[in-house]
């Protein structure tokens, strides 16, 4: 059973970074798309970004292009989710999720994916 542990959420201002971490153990993920949601309240949770565990392929949202990168620690075992330029509308509950996705695909609805973390809440303050 595959396990995904968020860390790194908290509150900041306008303008600050923060770098989100996904622990992800249980299994192997070298055919696994990981991915970053994140559910504004109010809001239906949507995809931010998502990369592939085995070859680095990603994929970031138009909404967040140029500000947040996704990488993975293959020493670590963690995907990460590094947000610069931070703003009150990135305020939201983060969630990491992982799906088998043996074709190579990147998923990007949340159906798409099985195993989902906790999530870690981030709050930007104006």
């Known amino acids: 059973q595959a396990q995904l542990v968020e860390s790194g959420g908290g509150l900041v201002q306008a303008g600050d970074s923060l770098k989100l971490s996904c622990a992800a153990s249980?299994?192997?993920?070298?055919?696994?798309?990981m991915g970053w949601f994140r559910q504004a309240p109010g809001k239906g949770r949507e995809l931010v970004a998502a990369?592939?565990?085995?070859?680095?392929?990603?994929y970031h949202a138009d909404s967040v292009k140029g500000r947040f990168t996704i990488s993975r620690d293959l020493t670590k075992n963690t995907v990460d989710l590094q947000m610069n330029s931070l703003g009150p509308e990135n305020t939201a509950v983060y969630y990491c999720?992982?799906?088998?996705?043996?074709?190579?695909?990147?998923?990007?609805?949340?159906?798409?994916?099985?195993?989902w973390g906790q999530g870690t809440q981030v709050t930007v303050s104006s």
């Open positions: 999720a992982a799906v088998w996705a043996p074709d190579g695909t990147l998923p990007k609805s949340q159906s798409d994916y099985d195993y």
């Open positions: 249980g299994r192997t993920f070298s055919n696994y798309a």
């Open positions: 990369i592939r565990w085995g070859g680095g392929r990603t």
